[in-house]
């Protein structure tokens, strides 16, 4: 089921969606070589209940933390863990604020200390690809038309987007309709109307879109061992075009 929210249902989640996007902020000054994926979820969960917000996430299908802190080939999922971040690692920290019952859901993707040629440009073409998909989120257009203009640019860039993962319909609830696949046709699948608020997350692979699953049941990582990165905002169709809930101001 998909529910339309009202101006008043997107407002709120606006404000969920600034909090949201102040912990990234801050999260660009806290990761630096020599801190663990530990010290990120201690970090942003305090931020949460600091200024009156709870992370929807921990619970959420028997997932234990406030993050994911996914690092280099692990896709997304990753544990928050002791292990010591080195320099030119790349970071992708996802979470889900619930403000006054309002939810926001954002990923956003760190190199620890100066990043690698590589890292930088697979940073740099996620990112694009992710605004590249909003642009298409528009009243009328289709699911299709999200994910293909997402596609044809990565793998246009010599990348790969990941299949098995995708974005979502948020609130009430963390994952709701409709599914937002990061590759497809144009002109396809469901047509979207105003009123919905959805996820756009793009993970983008340097090797092959193709996954495996770690034994904690929830870690996906590249089967090859290659990189991967991933940019998510969260967004409201509205009449006058998509208003990203999560924007950081700047990025």
Same mark, same amino acid.
């Given at each position: 089921? &998909?529910?339309?929210? @009202?101006? *008043? %249902? &997107?407002?709120?989640?606006?404000?969920?969606?600034?909090?949201?996007?102040?912990?990234? !902020?801050?999260?660009?000054?806290?990761?630096? +070589?020599?801190? /663990?994926?530990?010290?990120?979820?201690?970090?942003?969960?305090?931020?949460?209940?600091? $200024?009156?917000?709870? +992370?929807?996430?921990?619970?959420?299908?028997?997932?234990?933390?406030?993050?994911?802190? @996914?690092?280099?080939?692990?896709?997304?999922?990753?544990?928050? *863990?002791? %292990?010591?971040?080195?320099?030119?690692? =790349?970071?992708?920290?996802?979470?889900?604020?619930?403000?006054?019952?309002?939810?926001?859901?954002?990923?956003?993707?760190? @190199?620890?200390?100066?990043?690698?040629?590589?890292?930088? !440009?697979?940073?740099?073409?996620? *990112?694009?690809?992710?605004?590249?998909?909003?642009?298409?989120?528009?009243?009328?257009? *289709?699911?299709?038309? &999200? #994910?293909?203009?997402?596609?044809?640019?990565?793998?246009?860039?010599? =990348?790969?987007?990941?299949?098995?993962? &995708?974005?979502? #319909?948020?609130?009430?609830?963390?994952?709701?309709?409709?599914?937002?696949? $990061?590759?497809?046709?144009?002109?396809?699948?469901? !047509? =979207?109307?105003?009123?919905?608020?959805?996820?756009? %997350?793009?993970?983008?692979?340097?090797? /092959?879109?193709?996954?495996?699953?770690?034994?904690?049941?929830?870690?996906? !990582? /590249?089967?090859?061992?290659?990189?991967?990165?991933?940019?998510? $905002? @969260?967004?409201?169709?509205?009449?006058?075009?998509?208003?990203?809930?999560? $924007?950081?101001?700047? %990025?």
């Amino acid at each position: 089921m &998909i529910t339309l929210k @009202s101006q *008043r %249902e &997107i407002d709120a989640m606006a404000e969920a969606g600034a909090l949201l996007a102040d912990i990234h !902020r801050e999260l660009r000054g806290f990761i630096k +070589p020599g801190i /663990t994926g530990w010290d990120i979820e201690e970090f942003v969960e305090k931020y949460m209940l600091d $200024h009156g917000a709870t +992370p929807e996430q921990k619970g959420f299908e028997g997932y234990k933390y406030a993050t994911c802190v @996914s690092i280099n080939d692990e896709i997304c999922h990753g544990f928050p *863990r002791k %292990e010591v971040l080195n320099e030119g690692d =790349l970071i992708k920290v996802d979470m889900v604020v619930n403000y006054k019952g309002a939810l926001a859901d954002s990923c956003w993707s760190y @190199s620890v200390g100066e990043p690698t040629d590589e890292v930088k !440009r697979l940073m740099d073409v996620t *990112r694009t690809a992710l605004y590249k998909g909003i642009e298409q989120a528009q009243v009328g257009n *289709r699911i299709g038309d &999200i #994910g293909h203009a997402i596609q044809t640019y990565v793998e246009g860039e010599g =990348l790969s987007v990941v299949r098995e993962f &995708i974005g979502h #319909g948020l609130g009430p609830t963390l994952h709701e309709q409709p599914a937002v696949p $990061h590759y497809g046709e144009p002109g396809k699948g469901l !047509r =979207l109307k105003e009123g919905m608020v959805i996820t756009i %997350e793009p993970m983008v692979n340097t090797g /092959t879109w193709k996954s495996k699953l770690d034994n904690n049941g929830w870690t996906a !990582r /590249t089967q090859d061992g290659g990189l991967s990165c991933q940019y998510e $905002h @969260s967004l409201a169709i509205t009449k006058d075009g998509p208003i990203i809930l999560t $924007h950081q101001g700047d %990025e």
